[in-house]
């Protein structure tokens, strides 16, 4: 999708709290933020969102000299490393432990820096379970999954990538499906990396790994190269806004995410705070 | 107080929500956007809050040819004036009605078409009626009312100014002061203006009026105008974030108002959400 209006102010108030997680001067954050908004004038404002994001995102991250995100990434990865016993139970005991590992995977999607300055994870996993869905694509993911044998999931940030790990062992159990992540090439904002899937052991659960553009380095969603993977596989999985923000160009699609942002509301037809599987 | 790096991403998002009230096609918001962009560029960012969104309010009234937020206001004092016989019968019937006005008066606060996108009026009443409040002059405000015979009231929003005739009804039943009141020379976001005062009658209420700049018309908050003005007055009420914003150089004054951004969180030393009868 085309970036709104709307989401100019927004990646400047994102890039302006990246500089702010760095810890840099104040001096150095104005840098950022007149860099950034003479960056976003240069461009024509009809990329996806994430496009545009990656230019700001990389002028902080210049600045930062590294990953503004990285203590942040690691606290999230570590938050949902300690629930993962306890939200394992949930789904197992569950009368239908996939759709349950869906609606955790989902919850997991809370965990965005990007749309959102504050959440509470534990909160959001009980309302979701019981959550009506916006979209519920979810007989229709079963049929496909059950005649599929490869699967291309595009996961989303740190600490959310844990419940995508319950998700993959569940659909696993039911068949050893050859499962490709897509994570982010480098860091931008608190999106997940292969240092993350190492870190949470989602490495041993995965078959192969493809790397999505940070506006550095990888390919942008919206690419041939994307649109080829796509093809390889049976079944696409795709996990919050930014992905469906890249990805909404292509068909046959599975998105899984929370709705954070007003944006992401209008182009989807559903409210803020609405859980999404819907296939496109 | 001086602008916080946060202020600017927050007046972009603002002057576009102003665009968007205009109905206003989206290559002309784009057009205001991108000039409010360029022109917060060559400002320096040490001026106050409002004085750098009049700039970019300029420039969406500019193309708007008018106030974006006409119907916004008249549909904010309407819905104002219906709960006024509630509110006042509350304010009668309380122990304390000059206190329970000033919470009321606050409660007003959150019509706020800057800072805030959305808002419950009634909801936010009932909240504040019990609420604790972050700072709490009161003693001190019933002290200096009881001496005064002046007093200067920096009014904040339409539809708000309906709870503010509230309390200066309840100060007037106590002694018949000389109340002048401050509001927008001209039209700016959701701020009252003459057009409201005279609307909600609250112009027969008060014996003068007093116009501050929207950055176009009348004089900056910090400006010796506005200085000399508070020291012909015995006491000074200013209501919302704006006038804290473009007063706190100034001494000896009351701020009433809803703390409803992070920076003025910081910079009272108080928590999104509170409630505030500050003398400084």
């Known amino acids: 999708m085309k970036a709104r209006l709307d989401c100019i102010p927004c990646i400047l108030r994102q890039v302006l709290r990246a500089s702010q997680y760095s810890h ?64 394992k139970k949930i789904v197992d005991e569950s009368d239908d432990p996939l759709r349950t590992a869906i609606r955790i995977a989902i919850a997991g999607n809370i965990i965005d820096f990007g749309a959102l300055e504050e959440y509470n994870i534990e909160k959001t996993v009980n309302e979701v379970l019981h959550k009506k869905f916006a979209y519920d ?39 050893d499906y050859k499962i490709t992540l897509v994570v982010k090439a480098g860091p931008i904002i608190n999106d997940a ?41 049976d079944l696409t999985i795709s996990k919050g806004q930014g992905n469906y923000e ?14 954070k942002c007003p944006v992401i509301a209008e182009d989807i037809n559903a409210n803020v705070g609405d859980i999404i599987l819907l296939y496109r």
């Open 137 to 175: 694509d979810y007989p229709l993911f079963k049929k496909i999954l059950k005649n599929a044998k490869s699967i291309l999931y595009f996961a989303d940030n740190a600490g959310e990538i844990v419940f995508d790990k319950l998700l993959i062992e569940k659909i696993k159990e039911i068949k």
């Open 246 to 259: 890249g990805l909404s160009e292509f068909q046959g699609i599975f998105y899984m995410l929370m709705v």
């Open 193 to 233: 990396t292969l240092e993350d899937v190492k870190y949470i052991g989602l490495d041993k659960l995965i078959n192969d790994i493809r790397y999505i553009s940070n506006g550095e380095i990888g390919y942008e969603r919206n690419s041939p190269e994307v649109k080829s993977w796509i093809k390889e596989h």
């Open 24 to 87: 840099l001067p104040p001096e150095i954050q104005e840098k950022i933020l007149r860099e950034s908004m003479n960056a976003l004038l240069k461009e024509e404002w009809s990329k996806t969102p994430p496009e545009l994001a990656h230019i700001a995102h990389k002028i902080a991250r210049k600045y930062a000299r590294g990953d503004p995100y990285k203590e942040v990434k690691k606290k999230s990865n570590d938050e949902a490393l300690s629930l993962y016993p306890k939200l």
